[in-house]
């Protein structure tokens, strides 16, 4: 689902708008554990990004753990 919001000024006579993409519900799900799992074993998570090609959330936690989690709510340990 990507949702459309308009930025609260103008410039120009322009107003600004950007397109955030919203993930889904078992996406939801599936990174409230992961990132609970993470930081119980006492690894940071550095980074919980939506790719806006795939509509995947990528996290990227400790030195080397990168998990992918897909539209469907599965995920993937790279």
Known sequence: MSVRV???WRRN???V???LYMPTVEQLKTL????FWATKMYLPVFLVRIDE???????????????????????RYI
Do not use: D
């Open 6 to 8: 308009r930025i609260g």
């Open 13 to 15: 006579n322009r107003s």
């Open 17 to 19: 708008a950007i397109t």
């Open 32 to 35: 409230f554990i992961l990132s």
């Open 53 to 75: 090609r795939t509509k995947n959330i990528v996290i990227l936690a400790g030195e080397e753990t990168e998990i992918i989690i897909y539209p469907n709510g599965k995920w």
